[in-house]
Antibody, heavy 115, light 112 residues
Framework: EVQLVESGGGLVKPGESLRLSCAAS????????MGWARQAPGKGLEWVGH??????????DYASAVKGRFTISRDDSKDTLSLQMDSLKIEDTAMYYC??????WGQGTLVTVSS | DIVMTQTPLSSPVTLGQPASISCRSS???????????LSWLQQRPGQPPRLLIH???DRFSGVPDRFSGSGAGTDFTLKISRVEPEDVGTYYC?????????FGQGTKLEIK
């Protein structure tokens, strides 16, 4: 069974940084494209970005709203996906979901950016 | 970025009756490899999203066959043949043909 477990969410101030992690199991992580999506309270889904498998180049792509501030990385030795979020803004407040490039989804971790 | 537009945004339906949601993209979703990466996701209240349909009409693992997808190019439809109580929630179309991926605004399915 595919399992994706996010962690690392919390309350931070504008301008601060936060690193989210996603522990994956139940599938061959190293062969999988992985992504992050988010959902602001009471709003719809927004794609944050994704990373291809290392065999496909390990390339990343980001939504315009986070480009230059967020960085997605992967550790295939630990079956872990990460999202480094810098220069956080109030509008980054959301539930952040880890996903196997839209096929399977974790339960999410909540990030709140507030002064 | 490709803009995805769903209609309606809210859909009151009667249990046992069919339901239909439309999704239109601002440009063709046909990839250079010939595939069309249009997906439908369901989000029940308080739950994470769940993939129902990918590549227009392929049901994902464990999805009941009352859910079906159709369409081509820029116009797509999700149909539920007979709505059941567990279908209440918000439905999103999503394109993965062009980066960055984008979602529709969501359609809230409610029981009359």
């Amino acid at each position: 069974e595919v399992q994706l477990v996010e962690s690392g969410g919390g309350l931070v101030k504008p301008g601060e940084s936060l690193r989210l992690s996603c522990a994956a199991s139940g599938f061959t992580f190293r062969n999988s494209w992985m992504g992050w999506a988010r959902q602001a309270p009471g709003k719809g889904l927004e794609w944050v970005g994704h990373i291809t498998s290392n065999s496909d180049g390990g390339t990343t792509d980001y939504a315009s709203a986070v480009k230059g501030r967020f960085t997605i990385s992967r550790d295939d030795s630990k079956d872990t996906l990460s999202l480094q979020m810098d220069s956080l803004k109030i509008e980054d407040t959301a539930m952040y979901y880890c996903t196997t490039d839209r096929y399977n989804w974790g339960q999410g971790t909540l990030v709140t950016v507030s002064s | 970025d490709i803009v995805m537009t769903q209609t309606p945004l809210s859909s009151p339906v009667t249990l046992g009756q069919p339901a239909s949601i439309s999704c239109r993209s601002s440009q063709s979703l046909v990839h250079s490899n010939g595939n069309t990466y249009l997906s439908w996701l369901q989000q029940r209240p308080g739950q994470p999203p769940r993939l129902l349909i990918h590549k227009i009409s392929d049901r994902f693992s464990g999805v009941p066959d009352r859910f079906s997808g159709s369409g081509a190019g820029t116009d797509f439809t999700l149909k539920i043949s007979r709505v059941e109580p567990e279908d209440v929630g918000t439905y999103y179309c999503m394109q993965a043909t062009q980066h960055p991926y984008t979602f529709g605004q969501g359609t809230k399915l409610e029981i009359k």
